[in-house]
């Protein structure tokens, strides 16, 4: 029998301030790690977005469930309702809270104007609605669909336009790392393509220290046993960039060894039930895809992005 409970965190309070300025790496999981250390709750569910690429220690992902649609999506006011984001007229005010969001879209559609929105999605979809201070929002469509309201999305944005942040779309159940009974519960969770693909996005993004604070961006496609992973870093007005596409193969058979290898986290992931050769290739590819950035200049672009940042 489970028995839910309901915590607000830090990133749900702080609601006047972006994001990436508050400089807490937790802060949509401090609260709820809290209450998994002091055995109030035997499970916490995250978006997996939220998940710093670091788990403090004792803490495991102990399942991420199949991926909802990880693209990102634009909510229209009602009066530009049938519009896209390359229709609205010059100046029009988008709102989100996401740096990486607002830098490919500055590029993409340089005729509109980017402001930061904060709240839950009731909250941003109401300032949306009742005021005239944005022409659009922009969200996770996965978020939308969840809460039932995914016919308020005018616009998908496909790769060619925003590529999405690492782990969107796809939750996580985070357990004690020494809880097998709990570990071996949630774990028939796990949808092996999500946590390959997962796996290969958080390496890139722990390798490049990245975080809401830098624009980092991918895209991952698992096909006929091949794992492909774009990954992108930008600088705060998208002038700057760097992307890059590598692939790798994940087909290998599931071995079935008991020991102390069971337990194996592939940045913060125990997935007992995915073949473990197989995730060792996609956080190789996603190590790999980063050095390839970080070799032609990634970290000078995040560097100056974060000291940006910090300045505003």
């Not at 992973?229 to 599931?254: C, F, I, N, R, W």
């Not at 071995?255 to 073949?275: C, F, L, M, R, S």
Request: glycine share 8%; with cysteine; hydrophobic share 40%.
């Amino acid at each position: 029998c489970l028995r839910a409970v309901a915590m607000s965190t830090t990133g749900d309070k702080i609601l006047d301030t972006a994001l990436s300025k508050i400089g807490e790496k937790s802060l949509f999981t401090k609260e709820l790690e809290n209450a998994l250390e002091r055995n109030e709750v035997d499970l916490v569910v995250h978006s997996l977005k939220d998940l710093p690429t670091s788990l403090p220690p004792g803490f495991t992902i102990g399942a991420v469930c199949k991926r909802e649609n990880p693209l990102d999506a634009v909510v229209f006011h009602p009066k530009n309702c049938g519009k896209t984001l390359s229709l609205l007229p010059e100046k029009s005010v988008i709102g989100t809270s996401s740096l990486r969001r607002a830098a490919q879209l500055k590029k993409k559609f340089p005729h509109l104007e980017f402001r930061d929105i904060r709240g839950n999605l009731n909250t941003r979809l109401k300032k949306l609605d009742e005021k005239e201070d944005f022409s659009a929002i922009v969200l996770a469509a996965a978020g939308l669909k969840r809460m039932g309201w995914e016919n308020r999305i005018g616009q998908l944005l496909g790769p060619e336009d925003c590529l999405y942040a690492v782990g969107q779309g796809a939750l996580a159940v985070e357990v004690r790392a020494k809880d097998q009974e709990i570990l071996n519960m949630v774990s028939a969770l796990h949808d092996a393509d999500t946590v390959l693909c997962c796996i290969a996005e958080r390496a890139f993004m722990k390798r490049l220290e990245g975080g809401c604070s830098v624009p980092v961006a991918v895209n991952t496609l698992l096909k006929d046993g091949q794992l492909y992973l774009t990954g992108a870093v930008y600088s705060l007005d998208g002038s700057d960039s760097l992307k890059e596409t590598m692939q790798t193969s994940v087909t290998y058979p599931h071995q079935n060894e008991d020991g102390p290898n069971d337990d194996v986290q592939h940045v913060g992931i125990t997935a007992k039930n995915v073949p473990g050769q197989a995730q060792e290739a996609a956080e190789n590819l996603g190590v790999e895809l980063a050095g390839l950035l970080l070799s032609k200049g990634a970290k000078h672009i995040l560097s100056v992005a974060r000291q940006l940042n910090d300045a505003r």
